[in-house]
């Protein structure tokens, strides 16, 4: 057997989530069937069952602009896919799934995974970042699959008051549900809000003789980047709409601090919107401590 690490991204507005479900368009189920597809593979095939395993569950709308699977796969099967093409088994299938794979989803890479490696379990930390267009940001109707319109004028200073709360080993019960046999603790180790700074596609240096400079296309838009051991289900959106709710005055940063300091699952702290929210980042050890990461990872969380 092979190991395979397959980076990729997708846009998730068309996608009900990452994970395989009955008669769902989903990015798993997707990908998996174009596996069988280049691999000529049986759907039902017990000894191949082309599984993948991810670095991060996306929800239902949610984005990767880079997103980590990982695959097992048998040689002999593996080398199906070469055909005509004189290039190594990886590079074939990696062009394979290029070719069948819809346009909202792209593969970067395929490549060996070295020993030891787990997509999920190997992970250090994940990057998130979602996008908000408030009523100081210029909104453009281009950007509205993953941008989230919010017509409020928000406090940024409020909502970074509020997102330093998160940093540190917390129970993120009130914004999110554990896993079955899993919790709702996580570290979370940077969460900041910010301004995109309006500027010009072209650099205004640069002598292009344009009388007018398009402006790039995150110009002043409202950002929030959070990054995590890990998350829970729902945790991201729920802090997010938590902040804009206290960036706009609806709730006040002692009602954030309370949701904080008690873990329990309500309305109020409830998810916003998906497709602001698009997973940018996965890191990952060395090689030699993944196996060892992967160990550790694997055990229930506690607050000391």
Not at 13 to 29: E, I, K, N, S, Y
């Amino acid at each position: 057997m092979t190991r395979l690490r397959i980076d990729l991204a997708y846009d998730g507005g068309g996608f009900f989530g990452w994970a395989r479900q009955p008669r769902l368009r989903t990015v798993q189920g997707t990908i998996e069937d174009a596996l069988h597809k280049v691999l000529r593979v049986p759907a039902d095939d017990a000894d191949d069952p082309l599984r993948l395993t991810v670095a991060g569950r996306t929800d239902t709308g949610v984005h990767a602009s880079h997103q980590v699977a990982h695959l097992d796969v048998s040689d002999a099967v593996l080398l199906r896919c070469v055909g005509h093409m004189e290039v190594p088994a990886v590079d074939a299938l990696a062009r394979r799934l290029k070719a069948v794979l819809p346009p909202d989803i792209v593969i970067h890479q395929v490549t060996v995974a070295p020993d030891g490696f787990d997509a999920r379990f190997s992970a250090l930390e994940r990057t998130y970042v979602y996008r908000v267009a408030d009523r100081s940001s210029e909104a453009d109707p281009r950007s509205r699959g993953f941008v989230l319109r919010v017509d409020e004028a928000l406090d940024v200073d409020v909502m970074n008051r509020a997102a330093a709360m998160t940093l540190g080993l917390h129970d993120f019960g009130s914004f999110a549900t554990p896993n079955p046999g899993g919790t709702t603790i996580r570290e979370v180790k940077n969460a900041y809000w910010s301004r995109v700074p309006a500027v010009p596609l072209v650099p205004s240096g640069s002598d292009m003789g344009e009388s007018y400079r398009t402006p790039s296309l995150e110009s002043g838009l409202l950002v929030f980047t959070i990054v995590a051991d890990a998350f829970a289900r729902n945790m991201v959106r729920s802090l997010v709409g938590s902040c804009v709710k206290v960036g706009s005055g609806r709730k006040s940063l002692d009602w954030f601090a309370d949701k904080m300091a008690h873990p329990v699952r309500e309305g109020s702290s409830g998810p916003i919107a998906p497709q602001g929210l698009t997973l940018e980042h996965i890191a990952y050890p060395p090689d030699e401590q993944l196996a060892a990461r992967a160990n550790a990872i694997r055990a229930v969380r506690t607050l000391p």
